[in-house]
Every structure is written in C-alpha cells, then in structure tokens.
C-alpha cells in the first residue's frame, strides 16, 4: 500500500501563488505515476496536472496550462504543484493520488489505485 498526504492549502488571493506538496509513504518503489485532481463544491473531480514517477512526462489540465506546473523528487518521495496566477475557479479540494503499474490514463480519476486526503485552496477576487 501505498499512503499519501496533501499539504500547501490555504486562502489567497487571486493573482497569488501557492504550492502543493503530495508525500508518498509505503510501498513507493510501486508509484508509476502520480496526479493532482481537484474538486469544487457541487462538481465532479477534474485532472489537473499528472507525472509519471520517472519525470520524463507531464500533462495538464486546459485550465491550468501555463500557470501550473507538476514536478515530484524521487529522493524524498514527493510531488509538487505549483500555482501561480490563481484565480476564483481554481478554488477547490486538491487531491493527489498515485497509480501503480503501466496502464494508465491519466486523465481519469478511476486509473488511479490511492489518493490522499485532500487540501483546500481557497481564491478570493
């Protein structure tokens, strides 16, 4: 198994920054690619930017190409999101969550196999 959690949430303004941290424990030598998914009030949980384990590729979410940006240190076993130029509708829960083994779509939340708790990010005009 493999146990994640999520910390960087607060409330900011737009135009502000924040970044993510996602710490993996357990079975991390399994990881074979990890993501950030959010999730508004009274809407479905949306991929926001994805990695594979090894670094060599990333994706992102539409919405958040260009201000976000993913990255994880394999050393200390932790995925990073970065965001910047925040704006209201990016508030939401943040989630990460990891997928092991090589088939893998990266955009849906049911490909993955463990999520963290969540974080809250909260943007205010």
Same mark, same amino acid.
């Given at each position: 198994?493999?146990?994640?959690? +999520?910390?960087?949430?607060?409330?900011?303004?737009? %135009? #502000? !920054?924040?970044?993510?941290?996602?710490?993996?424990? =357990? &079975?991390?030598?399994?990881?074979?690619?990890?993501?950030?998914?959010?999730?508004?009030?009274?809407?479905?949980? +949306?991929?926001?930017?994805?990695?594979?384990?090894? %670094? #060599? !590729?990333?994706?992102?979410?539409?919405?958040?190409? =260009? &201000?976000?940006?993913?990255?994880?240190?394999?050393?200390?076993?932790?995925?990073?999101?970065?965001?910047?130029?925040?704006?209201?509708?990016?508030?939401?829960?943040?989630?990460?969550?990891?997928?092991?083994?090589?088939?893998?779509?990266?955009?849906?939340?049911?490909?993955?196999?463990?999520?963290?708790?969540?974080?809250?990010?909260?943007?205010?005009?």
């Amino acid at each position: 198994q493999v146990q994640l959690v +999520e910390s960087g949430g607060g409330l900011v303004q737009a %135009g #502000d !920054s924040l970044r993510l941290s996602c710490a993996a424990s =357990g &079975r991390t030598f399994s990881i074979y690619a990890m993501g950030w998914f959010r999730q508004a009030p009274g809407k479905e949980r +949306e991929i926001v930017a994805a990695i594979k384990w090894s %670094g #060599d !590729s990333t994706y992102y979410a539409d919405s958040v190409k =260009g &201000r976000f940006s993913i990255s994880r240190d394999n050393a200390k076993n932790t995925m990073y999101l970065r965001m910047n130029s925040l704006k209201p509708e990016d508030t939401a829960v943040y989630y990460c969550a990891g997928k092991y083994g090589s088939r893998w779509d990266w955009p849906r939340p049911a490909s993955y196999d463990y999520w963290g708790q969540g974080t809250q990010v909260t943007v205010s005009s």
